[in-house]
């Protein structure tokens, strides 16, 4: 399935997008969809894990930029081939690491906590055996451009 076909029930993402690929994101299991807000659950893929199996905080943040963005359109319909998308760019982050995340399943959670015209505020747990691993806030703008 080409990846801006319509996503199919129950996931996020169609395969085909880069950085979904590398994350697996295709495999993961929308729990939660709802207007500004996303509750995922997810697996950790070996090839992001440091030498102790832990998440390597380099990839934290894709997955924080990944999934907050996607909060943005939280609760639209996926199956819908003719909803406008624009595209959304990140102004800031800020990620705060609690414990390790080790898989294999994890849980995420994002809300958009304010909007304000085009400007979003996104505020995001992942949650390793309901403990909060990692907190983060995201500022994202979405753009003029369509997608």
Request: aromatic residues 10%.
């Amino acid at each position: 399935m080409p990846v801006w076909e319509p996503v199919p029930p129950g996931r996020l993402v169609n395969r085909g997008f880069a950085v979904a690929d590398h994350l697996e994101a295709y495999d993961w299991t929308l729990l939660e969809d709802r207007p500004g807000f996303l509750r995922i659950d997810a697996h950790l893929p070996p090839h992001l894990c440091n030498p102790q199996g832990m998440l390597f905080g380099g990839y934290t943040g894709t997955y924080v930029d990944f999934v907050s963005l996607h909060a943005i359109r939280a609760g639209e319909d996926r199956t819908d081939p003719d909803l406008p998308r624009h595209f959304i760019v990140t102004i800031n982050m800020r990620i705060d690491y609690f414990e390790p995340l080790v898989g294999p399943r994890f849980v995420m959670e994002a809300e958009v906590v304010n909007q304000r015209g085009k400007t979003s505020l996104v505020a995001m747990r992942m949650l390793q055996d309901d403990v909060t691993a990692v907190y983060a806030l995201t500022t994202l703008r979405t753009t003029d451009t369509r997608l």
